[in-house]
């Protein structure tokens, strides 16, 4: 009978280890996912920011060196992702093949004027930047005109930024809930042990002393539920990536080791702070309270 209440206490002390460590990381599983959702988005839009096309428009008279010129002039202003020289020839062809007919050799001649196709970083990639930018290209003599979409622009920035509201809102919401999860699972668990915290309490232990041994496996438990919820996480990518392989063009891997070593630190964090306030709380109750 000796031998089997040890045992059976050790079985059930790591029963209650085990299930908090897996509620743990479930709940990290779900911070983790929100983050990686809100690095796709950010990633997503500036994709879409940055293939926004900014069309400047050369005139006929213009010599080539010249434009090769003006588009390394624009290379370098700091509104810039990158540019793209197109020809009249290069035009021509493009059309011919969305037309599915020469119209050069319909019409005689090519119509076509040469261009350079600008792209905006996703910082600068709005009307205000890009309408400041068309205004010094214009005062160029060998630009015709410059054409964007404004309204498209709008939209898009428009549509962003509502997105990411909602996408923000639901991160606070879920940290709150995040939270409070990990910390109603860990008191739970210290519950089952607040008997041995005030027996120590009573043969004279001082409070760090007791504090120090729940603290490190909060804070152990903290990191092996964050190891899981990377892994499932991992999981959770490579199975996104399977079924829609056009998300490696959003895939950033230092953005998503920054949401992996995020999620380890919430995990330490929230568990450290919930075990010593959860210890701290049995400490302070009576011996009689602890039967509440």
């Not at 890009?130 to 410059?146: A, D, F, P, R």
């Not at 309204?151 to 509201?165: E, P």
């Amino acid at each position: 009978m000796e031998e089997f209440e040890p045992s059976s206490a050790s079985k059930k002390t790591k029963t209650i280890y085990v299930s908090t460590v897996i509620s743990i990381s479930l709940v990290l599983l779900m911070v983790g996912l929100l983050g990686l959702i809100l690095v796709h988005a950010k990633n997503l839009s500036d994709y879409v920011k940055e293939n926004i096309v900014l069309n400047i428009i050369v005139n006929d008279g213009a010599k080539e060196v010249d434009v090769l010129a003006l588009q390394k002039q624009i290379d370098s202003n700091p509104y810039v992702l990158k540019t793209q020289y197109v020809s009249k020839e290069l035009a021509a062809r493009n059309l011919t093949k969305d037309l599915g007919e020469d119209f050069v050799e319909f019409l005689g001649y090519n119509p076509l004027l040469s261009s350079i196709d600008v792209y905006m970083k996703a910082d600068y990639a709005n009307n205000a930047s890009i309408e400041k930018l068309s205004k010094q290209l214009g005062q160029n003599v060998m630009v015709k005109e410059v054409i964007y979409q404004k309204s498209l622009i709008d939209m898009v920035n428009q549509n962003i930024r509502l997105i990411g509201l909602i996408i923000l809102g639901s991160a606070v919401v879920l940290m709150f809930i995040a939270v409070a999860l990990i910390n109603n699972t860990i008191r739970l668990a210290i519950y089952s042990q607040r008997f041995l915290i005030k027996s120590m309490q009573l043969v004279g232990a001082t409070k760090n002393f007791i504090r120090k041994p729940f603290l490190g496996y909060g804070l152990l438990h903290g990191l092996l539920a964050g190891l899981i919820a990377i892994i499932l996480l991992l999981g959770a990518l490579y199975f996104a990536q399977q079924q829609v392989p056009e998300l490696v063009i959003l895939r950033n891997w230092f953005e998503f080791g920054v949401v992996f070593l995020a999620v380890i630190g919430i995990g330490i964090l929230i568990s450290g702070l919930s075990t010593y306030f959860a210890v701290s709380r049995y400490l302070r109750l009576k011996i009689y309270d602890l039967y509440r």
